[in-house]
């Protein structure tokens, strides 16, 4: 959508005060841990645009709160996984080659929105060290969180959403809905059936670049719409519906999303692994 679009679509002026006001209502406060996911479109046209939403989410919580986003760089990554858009074979090894390495500064951000991309650019912003999966955070967790990120673990119990897991993280999901919760990724690791496959990206180690091959683990964000729904039911007291700029907002509780996800993918994986044995002794 066209900015004209946006503003012509917004009935009232936003600005960062307005914002912040907006967020005390929804109950982010002083002090809060919150991952934020965001839509600069939903929300409305804004008087100083992504900056302003920036702002605003760093004030309310302050300096004694942390702000995260996710920060995916996903294009640093084994072209032979690619699909959206796929390349030809005979691209794929040339890639590898010429990929350039992670740069926590440098990497861009891939579909993640404008919002992100400006903590990103934040002078007190720390990026994790994951070349594909990696979050931004500006706060007082920041430099925790976001040191050590493995590998094979980019959003298990290593990775930086393993470590706000207990921490009292509110997910705001501002314009955003649940198929964007990454959140929800922690819990698809921790429950049992977990497949992964091989993946790779460029990185500078010991002060050269490679190419670093390792296991991924087998991500599906198709059925978190259906979870979701499942978990409103089932937990209404862990979300807070409310309207921020123009957008329809959610306030979750992280780790009570996550416990539920558990079990709840757990579920689904079985009957998935019960309906393909089936399948099999049919044939």
Not at 57 to 77: F, I, W
Not at 79 to 101: C, F, K, Q
């Amino acid at each position: 959508m066209h900015e004209f679009d946006v503003m012509l679509g917004t009935s009232e002026l936003i600005t960062k005060d307005t914002l912040k006001r907006d967020l005390a209502e929804a109950g982010i406060r002083k002090g809060d841990r919150i991952i934020v996911h965001s839509s600069m479109k939903a929300i409305g046209w804004v008087s100083g645009g992504a900056q302003a939403v920036t702002e605003a989410l760093l004030e309310t919580v302050t300096k004694e709160g942390t702000v995260v986003m996710p920060a995916q760089s996903a294009d640093n990554s084994d072209p032979a996984n690619w699909e959206m858009p796929p390349v030809p074979e005979d691209w794929h090894e040339p890639i590898r080659r010429s990929m350039p390495a992670y740069d926590p500064h440098l990497t861009h951000l891939r579909g993640m929105g404008k919002v992100a991309e400006c903590l990103h650019r934040h002078p007190e912003t720390i990026r994790s060290p994951h070349p594909a999966h990696s979050f931004v955070a500006c706060g007082r967790d920041a430099a925790d969180w976001m040191r050590d990120h493995p590998l094979g673990d980019s959003f298990g119990d290593g990775s930086p959403l393993g470590k706000m897991y207990g921490k009292d993280v509110k997910i705001v999901l501002l314009g955003a809905d649940y198929d964007s919760c990454t959140s929800l990724h922690l819990a698809e690791y921790r429950a049992p059936g977990l497949e992964t496959y091989q993946d790779g990206a460029a990185m500078i180690v010991d002060g050269e670049r490679r190419w670093i091959e390792f296991n991924m683990a087998d991500l599906d964000s198709d059925d978190f719409s259906v979870l979701a729904r499942a978990f409103e039911r089932e937990c209404p007291g862990a979300v807070t519906c409310c309207r921020i700029g123009q957008a329809q907002t959610k306030i979750v509780a992280m780790d009570a999303l996550v416990d539920f996800g558990v079990g709840w993918i757990g579920k689904l994986r079985k009957k998935k692994q019960e309906a393909k044995n089936g399948d099999a002794a049919a044939e």
